[in-house]
């Protein structure tokens, strides 16, 4: 996971080696691999289609790629507070790197689900998407109170916009997860592992 961080620190940084192509294959090339190879696309002539296929393969492959944009927004606030030498700014640091790794484990669940075909993926999907606007508000509030700035100046256009487009874009795609027949048909595995979990 260093070598992950630290290859994505470098990407953000504008250097990256083969060898940091290798570890950002490794860790999401293979799963791509494994969902496109176990992938069937077949049209069942009373259920409809089953499998990662479509619209669906898509929804995977953003998935896998989504941790790519939190390990990056982690190095990148720790990159951003790294530059403050105060008491408040590495409690900022800690904060949100514990905010960010909580989102990022939730996308890891949900990604393993997905991956087993699980008929719990679905509601997981949709407690994802109400945890960007959780995530981020518990982020501005945290941030305001460290260090004891206004939540107004925080609010700035550079900072809501991805939050807010993230939010549209994620509930686009839970509105095609709660219709699509293809979801409705892929994900039917782990009835008894699922009572196994939350027993």
């Given at each position: 996971m260093r070598l992950v961080i630290a290859g994505l620190g470098d990407l953000l940084m504008g250097s990256f080696s083969i060898w940091h192509w290798v570890i950002v294959f490794l860790f999401f090339g293979v799963p791509i691999y494994f969902a496109v190879r176990t992938a069937r696309r077949t049209t069942d002539p009373v259920n409809?289609?089953?499998?990662?296929?479509?619209?669906?393969?898509?929804?995977?492959?953003?998935?896998?790629?989504?941790?790519?944009?939190?390990?990056?927004?982690v190095a990148n606030s720790i990159e951003t507070y790294a530059e403050y030498n105060s008491a408040g700014s590495q409690v900022v640091i800690l904060g949100e790197a514990a905010l960010n790794f909580a989102f990022m484990a939730l996308q890891v669940v949900v990604i393993w689900f997905m991956f087993k075909k699980d008929r719990i993926f679905p509601k997981l999907f949709f407690f994802q998407w109400v945890a960007i606007p959780a995530t981020f508000a518990l982020d501005v509030v945290?941030?305001?109170?460290?260090?004891?700035?206004?939540?107004?100046?925080?609010?700035?256009?550079?900072?809501?916009?991805?939050?807010?487009?993230?939010?549209?874009?994620?509930?686009?795609?839970?509105?095609?997860?709660?219709?699509?027949?293809?979801?409705?048909?892929?994900?039917?595995?782990?009835?008894?592992?699922?009572?196994e979990i939350f027993s």
């Open positions: 409809g289609p089953s499998g990662f296929g479509g619209w669906l393969l898509l929804l995977a492959i953003a998935e896998v790629v989504g941790l790519l944009k939190t390990l990056g927004a945290f941030v305001s109170a460290v260090l004891r700035v206004s939540v107004s100046q925080l609010m700035t256009a550079e900072v809501v916009a991805p939050s807010v487009t993230a939010f549209i874009v994620a509930g686009l795609w839970v509105w095609y997860v709660s219709k699509s027949v293809r979801v409705r048909n892929t994900f039917i595995h782990g009835a008894r592992t699922r009572s």
